[in-house]
């Protein structure tokens, strides 16, 4: 899963992305509200989390204009005032969660946690290719009557098959999806990860669930 990070304290906002990097997400920075708003329109982030005081606009403006323009992606804004009138502006300009600075990064990822949790159940709890399963509240995958224990980037690269079955996934995406921009020696990373997922859900004497396209990237069969 992907996490936009709009926070211009630059410190505030490497500490996060660190941490939630270690947690398995994917996670990118803004540290204004116009670059802010500008990559939450241009990107489909799973979860945005919005410092209200930022240069060159707000977060409650973005959160905002973010609603108009019908991007409903789940917000997480953070502030430095603790009054009820400053929580009551940013859920009122639709985001769905408040933390107050400072926090501790436990109740952080709990609050992101519970807001993708929310998010998963407003769709599809479960997805299935074929006798593949997984549940995405749970976090547990099947094929068919057995377990599959995933690490957590082997969990999250796994889901974004599943979320995009059948069709062709060129490294590119992965890497925007599943893992930095900027992670060096990606290519062999890549490679590692799908024999790892091979091992794991393929069946003996069957052919890959996870078929290599020549030239092209990866494609999750329906077997």
Request: proline share 3%; aromatic share 8%.
């Amino acid at each position: 899963m992907r996490i936009l990070v709009v926070e211009d304290e630059k410190r505030l906002a490497e500490v996060v992305k660190k941490g939630l990097a270690e947690e398995g997400y994917a996670v990118d920075i803004a540290y204004d509200g116009e670059e802010g708003q500008y990559m939450a329109e241009s990107t489909p982030y799973d979860l945005i989390i919005l410092d209200i005081m930022l240069p060159k606009k707000d977060g409650i403006t973005v959160c905002r204009e973010l609603r108009l323009k019908e991007i409903n992606i789940p917000v997480l804004m953070l502030t430095a005032k603790d009054s009820v009138e400053d929580r009551v502006k940013g859920l009122d300009s639709g985001a769905d969660d408040y933390l107050v600075k400072p926090f501790a990064f436990s109740e952080l990822l709990a609050r992101v946690r519970a807001l993708l949790r929310r998010e998963a159940l407003s769709k599809a709890p479960k997805l299935q290719v074929g006798d593949l399963v997984m549940d995405t509240l749970t976090r547990e995958v099947w094929r068919g009557d057995k377990k599959i224990e995933l690490t957590t980037k082997e969990y999250a690269l796994l889901e974004y098959f599943m979320r995009h079955p059948n069709m062709v996934v060129t490294r590119t995406m992965l890497m925007e999806k599943v893992w930095d921009f900027d992670f060096e020696g990606m290519s062999n990373v890549i490679d590692v990860y799908i024999r790892r997922l091979r091992y794991k859900l393929d069946k003996e004497g069957e052919e890959s669930i996870i078929e290599t396209v020549r030239g092209a990237g990866y494609r999750l069969r329906e077997l």
